[in-house]
């Protein structure tokens, strides 16, 4: 775990030994559950620790200390970035959506091993959670990585978050021009203008973004519209 408490240091974060600890139990199950379901391309340890825990982990760049403070991680997959945050965070209430029930018994597991509390696991569409009146709108911060494009991704995530809240999307090169691409989704949506944090990790040539939008009007009820309605017309 040493590329990890090194790379953590040079986000500001000190991990204590039973993070540390937390964070090699996590790494166990995704390498033991990834033999019989395909729940990361990234088999090798060290890539685990550098494309997995530290990429989920620079979103407190943006975010800074998460403890007693509410996030929803859309589309979570393996449970990132909303793990790793959260065991860095133990004060952090989470929500994990991811619809594909193989994953979701994964985080569970992941969950009952690491002995995480204030952890909830919801199986079910994007867009039916984010009309669901229990999680629209009550979020601090709505989280999603590698997801989809920023246009069809906003619909998924400001919905959720509270006014006064934050979306927050890590994406790749394209992000400048994806958030050009956005403007009108996202204030539709009821979001400000987005704004931009490079991130350079080691052993990535290309720096990446966090791209965060301040949620400062409430979403109209119509959004996020129908399952699938997202994907196949952008707002544009």
């Known amino acids: 775990m040493k590329s990890l408490v090194s790379g953590a240091q040079r986000l500001g974060i000190t991990l204590t030994d039973g993070q540390v600890l937390q964070f090699e139990q ?53 449970g990132f970035p909303g793990l790793p945050l959260k065991i860095v965070y133990p004060d952090l209430q989470l929500t994990l959506v991811e619809s594909v029930h193989k994953k979701t018994n994964f985080l569970a597991a992941v969950v009952e091993e690491l002995e995480l509390s204030g952890v909830q696991i919801v199986a079910r569409r994007i867009e039916e959670v984010g009309q669901d009146p229990y999680h629209r709108e009550k979020y601090d911060w709505a989280v999603a990585r590698a997801v989809a494009g920023l246009n069809t991704l906003v619909e998924y995530l400001l919905p959720l978050a509270r006014v006064g809240g934050h979306a927050l999307a890590q994406k790749g090169v394209s992000a400048i021009s994806e958030t050009a691409a956005a403007e009108k989704a996202i204030a539709i949506l009821g979001g400000s203008p987005s704004l931009l944090h490079p991130v350079q990790l080691p052993g990535r040539e290309q720096p990446y973004y966090l791209l965060v939008i301040e949620k400062i009007l409430a979403t109209p009820d119509q959004y996020p519209r129908r399952v699938g309605v997202a994907a196949k017309r952008p707002l544009q």
């Open 26 to 78: 996590y790494q166990k199950l995704l390498l033991d559950w990834n033999q019989r379901m395909n729940l990361t391309a990234v088999r090798d340890a060290d890539q685990i620790q550098e494309r997995h825990f530290l990429d989920s982990l620079t979103c407190s760049l943006a975010t800074g200390d998460l403890n007693g403070l509410s996030l929803v991680d859309v589309g979570t997959g393996a």
